[in-house]
């Protein structure tokens, strides 16, 4: 998503579902979203990350979509009101969101996420792929769960951030993080996570996979350069 869209797609949040505290000036927004998104991936989770591996554990499915939640609230609180709450039938516009553009020659978005009641299911789905911390395919399951959680599209804004943020924790316990400003700006990761989207097929999850693990690397690499 570009920075504009970004910004409106953010005013419109804050049109409908104006916070307690309202900020009017979007911008401002925008930037306290992203100081708060990078104060929990640079601070809290490494935290998190060390409980899991003293504790030799994972939080249950319950208790990661309970982070979920947090999460958001933490990154949106005062910016808008539902800040913490999946979409609901009982939100204007009975809880319907849009993403990844519109279909070719149609004039309809492409993806609309899952029903608002589907969606506790549907995270259920998600973090089961984050669950085993002694795998032999941290990547593939880290990235299995990043589709389906912005597939889902549990919350009207925020959801690649959140997925992100789960992301970097389950890797960050196997010692390796994904550079996601380069995956992103110069990969098509979009373009092949949305065909993925679509179809659902194997072999285009693995297309999709090839192009983001140009992008992974180990910790020590990282302390490298």
Known sequence: M????????????????????SI??????NRLARTRFDALDNQLIPYFVNQLIKKEGVPSIDGYIGFCKSF????????IS??????SSDHDGSGSVYFGGQKRQELKPRFTGSRPENIQNDLREAFKHLMNLQSEAP???ALRFYQKFVFTHPFYDGNGRIARLFVNLY????????DWKNLQDKGKFLSKLNY??????????????KVC????YEISDEDEK
């Open 72 to 79: 958001h609230t933490l990154i949106f609180k005062e910016i």
């Open 24 to 29: 009017d000036d979007v911008e401002e927004a």
């Open 171 to 178: 890797l960050l316990a196997y010692g390796k993080f994904i």
């Open 2 to 21: 570009s920075d504009s869209a970004e910004l409106e797609q953010l005013r419109e949040l804050i049109e409908l579902f104006p916070a307690e505290y």
């Open 139 to 141: 990547v593939d399951n």
């Open 196 to 209: 993925y989207h679509e179809t659902g097929k194997e072999e285009h999850f693995k297309w999709w996979a």
């Open 82 to 87: 539902i800040n913490g709450e999946f979409r």
């Open 213 to 216: 693990y140009k992008f992974v």
